[in-house]
Nanobody, 121 residues
């Protein structure tokens, strides 16, 4: 499975941004998907995740919304009211975990290359 993240960029505080992650290769709509971020000097952490069924989601912040379009093999991360502390590299990942939306990086086995999000004050 290959994951291609896109949609990052430089925005101002209060703006919105939507990230996309397109999966290719041996895709499986039953796989869970997640978005993680890593800021300089900080550990990578999950910001949103969605189970394969779509019935379970996890968010670190209510400003974020994750959604998936299985027909397009794409998962999205909508981020609203962005803050400077949201500045980070954002990674998408996919997991074969079958329970609730997985929120730990060890639960994921394929990762995208990351897209930079910079929020200016």
């Amino acid at each position: 499975v290959q994951l291609q993240a896109s949609g990052g960029g430089l925005v101002q505080a209060g703006d919105s941004l939507r990230l996309s992650c397109a999966a290719s290769g041996r895709t499986d709509s039953r796989r869970a998907m997640g978005w993680f971020r890593q800021a300089p000097g900080k550990q990578r952490a999950c910001v949103a995740a969605i189970s394969g069924s779509g019935r379970s989601t996890y968010y670190v912040d209510s400003r974020f919304t994750i959604s998936r379009d299985n027909a397009k093999n794409t998962v999205y991360l909508q981020m609203n009211s962005l803050k400077p502390e949201d500045t980070a590299i954002y990674y998408c990942a996919t997991s074969n975990y079958r329970g609730d939306a997985p929120k730990f990086d060890y639960q994921y086995d394929y990762w995208g290359q990351g897209t930079q999000v910079t929020v200016s004050s």
